[in-house]
């Protein structure tokens, strides 16, 4: 190889080089399958514990025993599971075993916490401090004001979204990344609420009325996390292209 | 540059890090905390004996630090850069800017 074509190996391979930090981010930041995985558990707990809750009351109000007591049971069955679940030390266990057979082939990549910023760190205390105001805000307008129960979502929008903005600017060392499109997750929220107000019929009716804010805060929370998982087979596509650099020797000697 | 300077870098250049693959390892390695085995070989695209002689290579010059472990009964390898091997892998790519035509 003579200097001219070295030179411009060196120069495709700088290149490279630069990318491939890059996309390796992208790539860990996307892993968003734990993510995906979480929410649709929170997601069916809602519906194990929002359903038997409905229909035992009805049958408490209507006198139906049985339906009461099959009600009860299945609570009896779903608060031990959610408690399980929601400790790392028992069912995170088992998520974790799931999550790495679910990337078996693709392997591990941790990333280094970066330190926060000056200004990240000032983004986060105002974040948490408008949770602080909008959860206060939230509390007031359904003690006080009597608001409906079909503004529901509007109102819970107002906690849910600075919560996700706050959790998204601090993220403890225990949530996991979601990549940037969670960010994309307030917003859809954001809007859901809007439409509500609105007046758009996008609301669940009566008797399933509980469902208009979990649905979507599991439902865009899985959608965002579903297209942080796409985006990371991109990035691993990209991260495959750059890896192979050109050169001389290509074996471990 | 002089020639004499170009040469000095020439025989400056890590001949362990100067290798494609590894380079390849040591710049992934150099944006995540900890990487496995089984990232390496997908990303990589190298056989499980090559990518393995490679990590040897890189591990006994003291640029990798490997950590092994048992996930239940399965063992897992995983593999972080050394102080030494980011120090490396910086003068490297400070030579081949040097290097490089305006």
């Known amino acids: 190889m003579n200097r001219e074509q070295n030179n411009k190996v060196q120069n495709q391979n700088a290149e490279k080089l630069k990318e491939i930090s890059k996309w390796t981010q992208r790539y860990a930041e996307n892993r968003t399958l734990p993510f995906v995985i979480n929410m649709m558990i929170s997601l069916l707990f809602g519906f194990a514990v929002g359903i038997p809750s409905y229909f035992g009351g009805r049958a408490y109000r209507s006198g139906n025993v049985l339906q009461l007591w099959i009600c009860i049971l299945s609570l009896m069955i779903v608060f031990p599971a959610l408690i399980f679940y929601s400790v790392p030390k028992w069912g995170g266990k088992y998520?974790?075993?799931?999550?790495?057979?679910?990337?078996?082939?693709?392997?591990?990549?941790?990333l280094a916490i970066p330190k926060k910023t000056k200004s990240q760190r000032r983004a986060g205390w105002i974040a948490g401090l408008l949770l602080g105001v909008?959860?206060?805000?939230?509390?007031?307008?359904?003690?006080?004001?009597?608001?409906?129960?079909?503004?529901?979502?509007?109102?819970?929008?107002?906690?849910?979204?600075?919560?996700?903005?706050?959790?998204?600017?601090?993220?403890?060392?225990?949530?996991?990344p979601a990549g940037f499109l969670v960010w994309l997750w307030p917003i859809l929220y954001a809007i859901h609420a809007i439409l509500v107000v609105a007046g758009v019929p996008i609301q669940f009716e009566r008797p399933w009325i509980f469902f208009n804010i979990l649905i979507p805060i599991a439902g865009y929370g899985i959608l965002c996390g579903l297209l942080g998982h796409i985006y990371s087979r991109y990035a691993l596509k990209k991260l495959k292209g750059l890896t192979h650099l050109e050169g001389e020797a290509a074996n471990g000697d | 540059m002089s020639k004499k300077q170009v040469n000095q870098i020439h025989n400056s250049i890590n001949r362990v890090v100067h290798e494609p693959v590894r380079l390849a390892i040591l710049k992934i390695l150099t944006s995540a905390k900890e990487v496995d085995f089984n990232f390496l070989l997908t990303t990589l695209g190298v056989t499980k004996g090559n990518l393995a002689t490679h990590i040897n290579k890189l591990e006994t010059t003291g640029l990798i630090e490997v950590k092994k472990e048992f996930r239940g009964k399965v063992p897992h390898t995983s593999y972080k850069i050394t102080k030494t091997g980011r120090r490396q892998f910086q003068k490297y790519w400070e030579n081949m800017k040097a290097l490089a035509p305006e």
């Open chain 1, 134 to 176: 909008c959860v206060v805000i939230s509390i007031i307008l359904i003690v006080f004001c009597k608001i409906p129960i079909k503004y529901m979502q509007p109102v819970s929008a107002l906690c849910v979204i600075p919560l996700i903005i706050a959790v998204g600017i601090w993220r403890p060392p225990s949530v996991k």
């Open chain 1, 95 to 110: 998520i974790e075993k799931l999550i790495r057979f679910l990337y078996r082939k693709e392997g591990q990549v941790i």
